[in-house]
C-alpha cells in the first residue's frame, strides 16, 4: 500500500478538498497538524470515523518551529511502508495510476518519482495553469527533506546533491493553488517565506536554489526589483539548464526585468537563447522583451514560434498568448487586419475577446 504523508496547518477547506480526491484511493494517509486553530482537527476527526472512503487515515501532530523540513520528516517518519508520496494539503489529486506508482515503489527503488504539478495562477483576472515536474515520491531509507523552506529531498546522509539520472517521471497529476489568495494573503506568506529563506542564508550561505526561492517570494511581493537581485546572484552559479528550477528562475528573471522598467539589459537574455529557447515559455518571453524595446518585428517573430511550439510550462504560452502579444503589437502598429486576425485564434482568452469587440 502507498503510504501519502502530509503536515498542515489552518486549511480546512483546502485539506477537505484533497481528502476528497484521495475518496477512491486505498492508500495510507498520514495527516500532521502543526497547530491549526481553524477546526482543522475537528474535520480530521471526521474523515476519521467516515467508513465509506478508501483511504485509511493516521492522525498526529507536531509542534512548529520555523522547519517544513523537519515536520515532513516527522510525517514520513509515521509512514507504514518506506516507500512514500509526499502531497500538501493545498493540492488536490487530479489523476493518479495507483497500480503503476505502487509496481515503482515495490522494487525498492533509488530513484525519486517526479509527479506533474500544476499551479494555478492568475493574469489579467483569467485562471491559467503552470506545469511542472516535482519530486514527491520517494524511500524514506534513502533521502529525506533538508531545509526549513522550500527544503529540498537529499540523501540521508547528507552527502551532496541528488543527480538528474535519479529522477524518474510517475502516472500522477496533481493541482496546487497556493500561488492563489488576495494580495494581502500573498505579501503575508511571501514575508514569512522571506524571513526563514533569510535564515537559510545566515546558516548555510548562499545557495542558488535558496536564492531563486528568495527571488520568488519578492516576485509575488511585487518588488521586483530585489526580485532580479536574488535571481541575478543565483543565476551567477554554475548550474544545470535541464533543471525545472533553473528554467523557472531565468524566465522569472526575465519577466522581474521586465516589470522593474529594464527591458534594455533583459535584451541579454538573447545570449541563452541555445540553452533555453526550445519552449514556447522562454520564445514569449523574448517576445515580450522585444516588445517593450520597441523591436516589433522580432516580437512578433517570438510570439508567432511559441504559437508554433509544443512544449510549454505556462498555460497559453503557446496559443492564446502568443497569438494576442501578437495582436497587441500590430495593432499598436496600426494593422487592424493582422491584429483581427491574431485576437480570433486566442479563443475564449478574455483580452482578446474585449479587443475583438473593440475592433470589429
Known sequence: MLSICMITKNEKEKLNRCLVSLWDYAVELIVVDTGSSDGTVEI??????????????????????????AAKNYAVSLAGNDLVFVLDSDEVIENMDLDAVQRFL???????????????????????????????VFDRRRYKYYGRIHEQLLPVAGDGQVASDVYISLPITI???????????KREKAE????????ELATGGDDPYILYQLGKSYYMQEDYREAAEYFSRGLSFDLNP??????????????????????????????????????????????LIYMNNEMFDAAV????????????????????????????????????AQAIQYYKKCGEYAPAKERLAFLE
Open 106 to 136: 515495490g522494487g525498492g527503488s533509488d530513484k525519486i518519482g517526479r509527479i506533474v504539478r500544476r499551479n494555478q495562477i492568475e493574469q489579467k483576472g483569467q485562471v491559467n495553469y503552470q506545469q511542472e515536474f516535482i519530486a514527491r
Open 301 to 336: 517573430g517570438e510570439f508567432l514560434s511559441a504559437a508554433g511550439c509544443e512544449r510549454a510550462r505556462m498555460q497559453g504560452a503557446n496559443s492564446f498568448l502568443a497569438y494576442y502579444n501578437a495582436g497587441v503589437v500590430r495593432e499598436c502598429l496600426g494593422n487592424t
Open 44 to 69: 480530521l476527526e471526521e474523515w476519521g470515523q467516515n467508513p465509506k472512503k478508501k483511504f485509511t487515515l493516521k492522525k498526529s501532530v507536531f509542534e512548529w518551529r520555523d522547519d517544513f523540513a
Open 175 to 185: 493541482r496546487h493553488d497556493g500561488y492563489m489568495g488576495t494580495p494581502k494573503q
Open 192 to 199: 514569512r517565506n522571506i524571513v526563514l529563506l533569510k535564515q
Open 242 to 287: 535541464s533543471l525545472e528550477y533553473v528554467i523557472d528562475m531565468v524566465e522569472t528573471y526575465g519577466y522581474a526585468l521586465l516589470n522593474a522598467g529594464r527591458a534594455k539589459e533583459a535584451l541579454m537574455f538573447e545570449n541563452i537563447y541555445d540553452e533555453f529557447g526550445e519552449t514556447a515559455d522562454f520564445k514569449l518571453l523574448m517576445g
